[in-house]
């Protein structure tokens, strides 16, 4: 995407790989209906760019994001939100967007900003990163899957633990936990791990990426017979990409696949 934004910076760091950088910074990226608007605009720009193959989400060393703007939600009417569907559109991150993508947390990750992380494919933060959802201490609750998500990812007893309590866990926690796939010990080993793991997404093919993720993301919506059947078709339909022969037929013959993500 080349029009210039306000609140995030895009960019493509490597061949495949587009980054978006949340920069709001006076306001520890408190993610405003403006700046997920334009979040939206850029993901869905990068997923539909035939140059990404994978797309790293990230915030600043001290904040990912500190959660949804306190100050737009503070005047909120109950109608206004009903009839705007606030917050609704941030989940176009799950449902619109096909290629992977990958969370890279240093600094604060709380409320809407631990929910926005936990909506991406892959999450990589710092052991010192501070997750959590305060809503409770707002005198409100998580409103962007966050009682859906971390429960499903923590398990009941620490999610209620958190969510009800309002404190914070920390990167290193969030490996233990396994929300975080892999705890980096400084912010600069952080967003070169992501990149490194991006490359790697980016030198595959993308009709297999694609497909991998849309089948591990249904096993979060569906029951284990209904998603391996799930699964199970849309790799009959790999078949009918030309990467899959490619992929094949390149290791029986002991050479680099040469995708064509067709
Ligand atoms: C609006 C915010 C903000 C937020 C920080 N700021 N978080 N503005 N919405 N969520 C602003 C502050 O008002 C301040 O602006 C500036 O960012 C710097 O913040 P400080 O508090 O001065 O920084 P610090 O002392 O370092 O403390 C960092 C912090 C704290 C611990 C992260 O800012 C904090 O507790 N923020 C709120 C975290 C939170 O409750 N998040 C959940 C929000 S509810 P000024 O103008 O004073 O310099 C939520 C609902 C989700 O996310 C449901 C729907 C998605």
Redesign the pocket.
Request: glycine fraction near 10%; aromatic fraction near 8%; include cysteine.
């Given at each position: 995407p080349s029009r210039p934004y306000e609140f995030i910076e895009a960019s493509e760091p490597k061949p495949g790989v587009a980054q978006i950088t949340l920069s709001r910074p006076?306001?520890?990226n408190?993610?405003s209906t403006p700046l997920i608007t334009e979040l939206n605009d850029a993901l869905l720009a990068f997923d539909k760019s035939p140059n990404t193959s994978a797309i790293i989400l990230t915030g600043s060393q001290?904040?990912f994001a500190?959660?949804?703007?306190?100050?737009?939600?503070s005047t909120l009417t109950f109608s206004e939100a009903y009839t705007t569907s606030f917050?609704e559109s941030?989940s176009s991150l799950t449902t619109l967007i096909k290629k992977p993508i990958i969370a890279a947390v240093s600094g604060?990750a709380?409320?809407?900003?631990c929910?926005l992380a936990l909506m991406c494919d892959i999450l990589y933060c710092t052991s010192s990163a501070?997750f959590g959802q305060?809503?409770i201490?707002?005198g409100?609750i998580?409103?962007?899957g966050?009682s859906q998500r971390l429960t499903r990812a923590i398990g009941k007893a620490r999610a209620m633990d958190l969510i009800l309590t309002g404190k914070s866990f920390s990167g290193t926690q969030a490996g233990e936990w396994g929300v975080a796939a892999k705890v980096f010990g400084s912010y600069e080993d952080l967003m070169e791990g992501a990149l490194g793991t991006a490359e790697t997404i980016a030198g595959y093919s993308k009709v297999a990426v694609m497909g991998a993720k849309e089948v591990v993301n249904k096993s979060q919506d569906l029951g284990i017979r209904d998603g391996v059947e799930y699964e199970r078709r849309v790799f009959h339909g790999i078949f009918g990409s030309e990467d899959q022969k490619i992929g094949m037929k390149a290791f029986a013959e002991k050479k680099k696949a040469e995708w064509t993500h067709k």
């Amino acid at each position: 995407p080349s029009r210039p934004y306000e609140f995030i910076e895009a960019s493509e760091p490597k061949p495949g790989v587009a980054q978006i950088t949340l920069s709001r910074p006076k306001a520890l990226n408190a993610l405003s209906t403006p700046l997920i608007t334009e979040l939206n605009d850029a993901l869905l720009a990068f997923d539909k760019s035939p140059n990404t193959s994978a797309i790293i989400l990230t915030g600043s060393q001290k904040a990912f994001a500190a959660g949804a703007d306190i100050k737009e939600m503070s005047t909120l009417t109950f109608s206004e939100a009903y009839t705007t569907s606030f917050i609704e559109s941030w989940s176009s991150l799950t449902t619109l967007i096909k290629k992977p993508i990958i969370a890279a947390v240093s600094g604060h990750a709380l409320g809407g900003g631990c929910e926005l992380a936990l909506m991406c494919d892959i999450l990589y933060c710092t052991s010192s990163a501070n997750f959590g959802q305060p809503e409770i201490k707002l005198g409100t609750i998580p409103g962007a899957g966050g009682s859906q998500r971390l429960t499903r990812a923590i398990g009941k007893a620490r999610a209620m633990d958190l969510i009800l309590t309002g404190k914070s866990f920390s990167g290193t926690q969030a490996g233990e936990w396994g929300v975080a796939a892999k705890v980096f010990g400084s912010y600069e080993d952080l967003m070169e791990g992501a990149l490194g793991t991006a490359e790697t997404i980016a030198g595959y093919s993308k009709v297999a990426v694609m497909g991998a993720k849309e089948v591990v993301n249904k096993s979060q919506d569906l029951g284990i017979r209904d998603g391996v059947e799930y699964e199970r078709r849309v790799f009959h339909g790999i078949f009918g990409s030309e990467d899959q022969k490619i992929g094949m037929k390149a290791f029986a013959e002991k050479k680099k696949a040469e995708w064509t993500h067709k």
